[in-house]
């Protein structure tokens, strides 16, 4: 990543950051009408299942962001914030510092998704942050029970390699994480792999260079790992053991 495209991801943050800093009530009234939707709606892609909402199906501009995101996240998200389709991240759980960093650069263009985009570029600074403060207030939702149980021996290899570079450090030691790190423990097993396979090829915007500096020093063998342990791992401690 360049220079300049690392500054750009820097004020990105900068701006979410001054975004939430003051935020409507959760739940609250939408101060500020979005721009109506316009085109034949998103196409399906790489993170976005293929009955993602059409254009003229978005919320309305009124109403609390909690019946907003029913009517406009739920479908592809889960009513929770949790979904097993695939490809489809896992919201209950995230910070709300890092989901309106990731709302605001889809919003930008500075995040690629053909879906997303098109519902962010609908949604005004008040929206980025009651979207954010609400999803903000979602707990935590355990995955299904794996099919077989974790290969003991892939995990303790996993767990050197989160060690080795620093995923706990970022993430914590039971990859909760926290303002703006995402939750990792309980995420799809093919939403991790996709982003860190985005992260190694550059692809992927971080907010710093951190991740993708990291991650590519990873080599794909490793890199899945990795991913094996972190779609696996529970922290015993946890919201996703029920403790």
Known sequence: MTRWAAGLLSCAVAVAVALLVVSPQVGGQQKTPAAPATGSGPKATANAPANAPAATSYAPATGSYAQRFAALCAACHGANGRIETPLTPVLAGQPSLYVITQLFLFREGRRSNEAMTAVAKTLTDDDLRGFSDLIGTLPPVPPPPPATPPD???????????EQHKCVFCHGAG??????VPRIEGQHEDYIQASLRGFHSGSRPGYTQAMTAAVSQIPPEDLDTLVYYVARFRDPAGALTGK
């Open 152 to 162: 003991p021996i892939r995990m303790a290899r996993g767990r050197a390699l989160a």
């Open 175 to 180: 990859l909760g994480g926290g303002e703006q």
